[in-house]
């Protein structure tokens, strides 16, 4: 099968070039000046007046993930279709080591949920939940098989949490092996201390979680993350950052020389602290980190980053709950009712995140095309080696391709979205720019608003590792 993608702007990290794209298979065959060619394809889709992007990777999804007495509400099958809408061709989601379990067991684990129910592609970190002399040892035979970054917790403490010593032992390993140790940095221990202290005030809405998870204990756990890092001698990578206090710390580092790597979520560039409020509704936007306070200037230190390259990546984090109840999982957010530490951490994004950076960078001129593309495609290719696979369009490369409208409206709301939540945190918002087109290895799956693919077109990616080390 081969396709041709005529006259459009072709955008990747470093060119933007009128062009006629070329797809033989599941790859990128051929990139020409639009009358500089004679190929013929069995199908060809104009994309005059359109952008054509690499397929977007979202390096940070909870499909299905255990927490707070419930799970994600989203599937392999029904996360992995919303992607596609949006314009993301690659996850990476977080495998869980559960407490008492080896590390590979929650691997297999994860793995068993997304084999044949992905519509797009997918790789996995794997969440160390329990460090043990076993699950250190285990670290090594999960690189085998392509997991090259851990995720661990400074939050969390008696779910996901591990003590300094515990992270700094899976440091030490990673330091050998080369892999990234991604880290939740808040400091959960003080969090904890700070929510008993609400409860017992009976500050007990969903606004007091915003309010007890300071960004000052975000910058702590960020500096202390790093310094054990540094000791250890492994790459850092610092996940779904909120507070201008840890971008700090991740520029000083960087600055130094450091191997410090770090991403942000739409929802820190978009929502904030006052969307926690309207009492329980507030409920939809719990996530920790917490959304913050607009007026304190996080939001626009984000963006920033995001421009001077001290924030590397947008990822999205997504981790979604119904607000109401969900049909087999039953209560979801409305668990925190009367007590906001109850309500299950995590927002629905995985669809919205390619448009959500272009409207927010390009539309409203904070970043350039190019720079939307390198956050949102070809960076976090790099950072989980899947480079030049994924993240780009050259010839070789899988052809992973949005055509995206950059004039075209789209307002976002649950009723039109496909991620399987009641309620959107965007809801009635207007962007600029839609995903018109997307192909998946070379197959069509949207096109014309509807979804035209399968479940189980997505394939597992080995990863190689980050392909920014010094
Ligand atoms: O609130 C969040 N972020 N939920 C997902 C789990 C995590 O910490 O990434
Ligand atoms: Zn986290
Ligand atoms: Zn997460």
Not at 254 to 267: H, N, Y
Not at 443 to 462: A, F, H, P, W
Request: with cysteine; charged share 20%; glycine share 10%.
């Amino acid at each position: 099968m081969r396709t041709l993608i005529k006259n459009g702007t072709v955008v990747t990290a470093s060119e933007e070039t009128l062009a006629d794209v070329l797809v033989d298979g599941e790859k990128v065959a051929g990139l020409a000046a639009p009358d500089r060619h004679g190929w013929t394809a069995d199908k060809v889709i104009d994309a005059t007046g359109r952008l054509v992007v690499p397929g977007g990777l979202d390096v940070h999804t909870h499909m299905e993930l255990p927490f707070g007495g419930t799970f994600a509400s989203d599937s392999f099958e029904t996360g992995t279709r919303a992607a596609a809408w949006g314009g993301s061709t690659t996850i990476i989601d977080f495998a869980v080591q559960a407490k008492g379990q080896n590390l590979m067991d929650g691997f297999e684990a994860w793995m068993g949920k997304a084999e044949r129910n992905c519509a797009i592609d997918y790789g996995m970190h794997l969440i160390v939940g329990d460090v043990t002399d076993q699950s250190l040892k285990e670290m090594d035979i999960a690189m085998g098989e392509g997991v090259t970054s851990f995720k661990m917790f400074m939050a969390y403490p008696g779910v996901f949490y591990s003590t300094d010593g515990e992270i700094f032992r899976a440091m030490q390993v990673a330091a050998e092996s080369g892999a990234t140790i991604m880290m939740h940095a808040e400091n959960g221990i003080a969090i904890d201390v700070l929510i008993a202290q609400a409860l017992a005030r009976g500050e007990t809405d969903p606004i007091y979680h915003g309010v007890v998870r300071k960004s000052i204990l975000e910058g702590e756990a960020t500096h202390r993350a790093i310094a054990l890092a540094e000791l250890a001698g492994c790459p850092l990578y610092v996940v779904h950052m909120s507070a201008q206090e840890a971008l700090a710390e991740v520029t000083n580092a960087r600055d130094e020389g450091m191997d410090i790597f770090a991403e942000t979520c739409p929802q820190y560039l978009f929502l904030d602290l006052d969307d926690l409020g309207n009492g329980f509704e507030g409920a939809k936007f719990v996530c920790s980190p917490p959304l913050r306070d607009r007026s304190e200037g996080h939001q626009e230190a984000l963006w920033s980053g995001l421009a001077t390259n001290d924030l590397q990546v947008v990822s999205t984090d997504h981790c979604p709950f119904c607000f109401n109840d969900h049909a087999t999982l039953g209560r979801q957010k409305r668990l925190g009712e009367g007590d906001f530490s109850k309500i299950p951490n995590g927002l629905p994004g995985v669809e919205h995140r390619m448009e959500l950076i272009y409207h927010g960078a390009v539309a409203e001129d904070r970043l350039s095309v190019k720079r939307w593309v390198e956050v949102c495609a070809a960076t976090p290719a790099k950072m989980f080696g899947l480079y030049p696979q994924k993240g780009t369009v050259a010839v070789g490369s899988d052809a992973d391709l949005v055509v995206f409208n950059p004039n075209a409206p789209h307002t976002l709301s649950a009723s039109t979205h496909h991620m399987n939540t009641d309620y959107s945190c965007y809801e009635g918002l207007t962007l600029q720019g839609k995903v018109e087109t997307v192909l998946s290895r070379g197959k069509t799956v949207i096109e014309n608003d509807s979804y035209v693919g399968q479940k189980g077109d997505g394939k597992y990616l080995r990863r190689e590792l980050n392909q920014y080390l010094t």
